[in-house]
């Protein structure tokens, strides 16, 4: 975008001729301004034609003028800044806006800007510790579902073992009657007397 509205002041004036402007800052936005360098092209002006007469008589070595510049740099408007100078003061300097109330107020945005960076590097710091957590937890919860899972083969296979154990022990109880009988049969009967 082709900046459009300087500030500049009168290097050397000729009314009946030309007018020499050396530019000193220029708007980059509603209310931004750079300060150009001065190495910055002079403007000249055709006082005869480009002037109107109410400035012809004003317009000497050292007056600040606002002047609006084509892309070409030729000039399309051009009026006193004594208007805006009055207005910068009236709105930035009035209330105590002074340049070291921006400094002092770029230092304490700056001051928070680095005890934001800080904050944000101890969350990152914390989020890290808790991923760490989160994966020893679910390592964890890994382990205990192995452990789980074995607890309960070996519940089912003790289970297992229960089983046969009783069926064996019901056998063996079978068994045992069984050779009861036989050793009851086997008995001799001891006849008793009748009475």
Known sequence: MQRMLYLAQVETCDPADTVRLKLLAC?????????????EPRVL??????????????LNRGVLVLVRLSEEQEVIEIELATDWVLA?????L????????????????????QWLALQMQDLGRRALEMEARREEIQILEESLRQERQELEASTLAL???????????AKLQQEQQRLEQLA?????QICQPDG
Do not use: C, M
């Open 45 to 58: 002006l055709d006082a005869t034609h480009t002037l109107k007469d109410d400035l012809k008589g004003v």
């Open 159 to 169: 289970e297992a073992r229960w089983e046969v154990v009783r069926a064996q022990e």
């Open 27 to 39: 708007q980059e936005g509603d209310r931004v301004w750079s300060v150009l360098a001065n190495s």
């Open 94 to 113: 009035s209330d105590g806006l002074t340049p070291t109330f921006f400094k002092q107020e770029v230092a304490h945005v700056e001051a928070g800007r």
């Open 88 to 92: 910068l003061i009236n709105d930035y």
């Open 184 to 188: 009851d049969r086997r008995k001799p």
